[in-house]
Structures are given as C-alpha cells and as structure tokens.
C-alpha cells in the first residue's frame, strides 16, 4: 500500500515538473519570437549600423562599395537634418497646443508634475538633437 502511494506520488511530482519544464520552454520560445518581431518595429529611429549590416547581407555588398554606400547616408542624414529644421516650427506649435490641452485637463495640484515632465522631455529631445546633428561620419561604424 506505502509503494503505491509512493508511486503514485512520484507520478504526480513527474507530471508536475515536466509541465513546468513545458511551461517554461514554451514562455522561452515565445519570448525570444517576440524580440524577434519587436526588434523589426520601427522606433523612429534609424539605425545605421544595423542598417548597413542587413543590407550588406542582403544584397551581398562588396567592401569596394561601402564608401559610396556611406557617402549615400551621409548625404541622406544631411537632407533630413535640413528638412527637420524647416519643419521643426511647425511641429513646436502641434507640440505646444497639445500641452496647452493637457494642461486644460489637470488639476492645480498636477500642473507642477506636468510642467517638470515636460521639462525632462525637451531637455532628451534637445540632447538628442544635438547628438544628431554633431555626429560625425567618421565616428560610425560600417
């Protein structure tokens, strides 16, 4: 009677662990197929090395091609640097008309934690506007 009690409790931790071996294996491979397809959603920003690297395994690009490749980038990053500060006006004036919605939807007590987050958000944009626009071509990587 011990025995089968015993077996029967081994089954059943059997069973258990290799439906929690299942669980996370499963959970693993979904994870790593939803890095997969997150990795190829657009952030809005471009990147340049993984850029290069996929195009280079995709059309098999030649090394004697890479400098007009990147001379082709570099040329494309200056036109739209111009056409962000052409734009830039007109996107600054979207940007505060929103806020000045959001501020009408505050309270007093937010408006402080409002103005203070708002505050974080141009001083990132600015950093990054600036480290785009200082980038140098001879500091990317191909």
Do not use: C, H
């Not at 081994?10 to 499963?26: D, T």
């Not at 197929?33 to 850029?51: D, H, L, S, V």
């Not at 734009?87 to 409002?114: H, M, S, T, W």
Request: hydrophobic share 40%; aromatic share 8%.
């Amino acid at each position: 009677m011990i025995e089968t009690r015993a077996k029967v409790g081994l089954a059943f931790l059997v069973v258990f662990l290799l439906g929690f071996a299942a669980g996370a294996l499963s959970w693993s491979a979904y994870s790593r197929r939803g890095e997969a397809t997150r990795q190829t959603i657009w952030t809005g920003k471009f990147n340049r090395e993984r850029y290069v690297q996929e195009l280079t395994e995709a059309v098999r690009l030649q090394p004697a091609q890479m400098s007009a490749l990147n001379a082709a980038l570099d040329e494309t990053r200056e036109e739209f640097l111009a056409l962000r500060r052409r734009l830039q006006p007109q996107f600054e004036e979207v940007r505060q008309r929103a806020r000045q919605r959001i501020r009408g939807v505050l309270n007093a007590d937010q408006q402080p934690g409002f103005e203070a987050f708002v505050k974080r958000l141009d001083e990132e944009r600015r950093r990054e506007e600036s480290a785009a626009s200082q980038s140098k071509a001879s500091e990317r990587k191909p």
